[in-house]
């Protein structure tokens, strides 16, 4: 009888421990971690393919979705090169996430498909990326200060740029 009454106490601290300790749980309105992470893939694999048939919008092998705003005429970059560029992120909401204006960067440190659309570019060009989720930040979320707020990215978002290519810096 002791025995059954222990294992029973012991069984019923599990299953609360189990329930209470529950890591699907997070601040987006009670949802599931897996529940979000499905929302923004469908959302953002939702959006690309509605995009890439808008006028002027070209696909790349990867899935990378780019538009010309302007065609620069000076140097374009290769992955070893630094670049100075102006460009603007966002979800596919329009939640501006970040704006940076004549920032210098390593190509190869920019993620995949930034990487891939100044690649693209030369100098005096401007453009419009829309990028799948594998090739932005993946399974992980960021967070970004922008205009005194937090802004979360989240995991399996689809991100929107618009990039400026000012000056090719060649290694």
Do not use: W
């Amino acid at each position: 009888m002791k025995t059954n009454l222990l294992f029973t106490i012991l069984l019923a601290l599990a299953s609360f421990s189990l329930c209470s300790c529950n890591d699907d749980e997070d601040e987006y309105e009670g949802k599931s971690s897996t529940l979000i992470n499905r929302e923004n893939k469908e959302a953002g694999e939702k959006f690309l393919e509605d995009n890439k048939s808008a006028d002027g919008v070209k696909e790349t092998y990867t899935g990378l979705q780019y538009s010309v705003i302007t065609n620069g005429k000076g140097e374009q970059p290769a992955l070893k090169d630094s670049v100075i560029i102006s460009f603007k992120g966002q979800l596919i909401d329009n939640t501006v996430f970040c704006d940076v204006d004549s920032f210098k960067v390593l190509v190869s440190d920019e993620s995949e498909g930034m990487q891939e659309g100044l690649c693209l570019m030369s100098e005096g060009s401007e453009y419009k990326l829309f990028v799948p989720y594998y090739l932005a930040f993946g399974s992980n979320s960021k967070s970004f200060a922008y205009n005194n707020k937090n802004v979360s990215v989240g995991p399996y978002s689809a991100i929107l740029y618009t990039v400026e290519l000012h000056k090719v810096i060649k290694k």
